[in-house]
């Protein structure tokens, strides 16, 4: 398995993400690729496209850039085998490397297995809201 970030040429990896974890068909993938906030990633096995996750660049009113990561998901087969983890960790040490103060994400109370990923990669419950966590990427950040 590796982690691919999606550059403006990959509609072909995109699309099988979207069919397969959005449910959705797009016609044009053009302006999600071609967003200069839009930051994503897929995992391969074996060429096929087994995870994605996807979020954006976003500048803080408090005066830093964050990412916020938007959506994450595995496919069921693919489950518990660290892709998530990997993916996760691809997202946040690109933020790392872009110089990002902070990365976060909403989740929804009930959802278990996305809360304990984000707790075992070291994300931090927010104190803002009841299922959002946050990682500080650097001390520059507001909490
Ligand atoms: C959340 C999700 C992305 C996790 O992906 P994954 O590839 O299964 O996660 P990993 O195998 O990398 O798990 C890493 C760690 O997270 C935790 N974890 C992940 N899934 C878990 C589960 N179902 N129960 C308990 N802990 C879990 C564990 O600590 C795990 O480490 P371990 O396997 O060594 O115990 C996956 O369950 C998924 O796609 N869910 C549906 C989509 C979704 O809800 N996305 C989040 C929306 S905000």
Known sequence: MFVHRLTAADHGLLDVAVRRFRGIVVEDHAPFLEDPA????????????????????????GGYSQVQLYEIGVAEPARRHGIGRALLTAFRDHAVR????????????????????????GGRPSPHADAGYWWLLDSGAVR
């Open 38 to 61: 839009t930051v994503a990633f897929v995992a391969l096995e074996d060429g096929d496209v087994a995870g994605w996750v996807r979020g954006c660049r976003q500048r803080h009113v």
């Open 98 to 121: 872009e110089g990002h103060s902070k990365m976060w994400l909403f989740t929804d109370e009930d959802n278990h297995p996305a809360k304990a990923l984000y707790e075992a990669c």
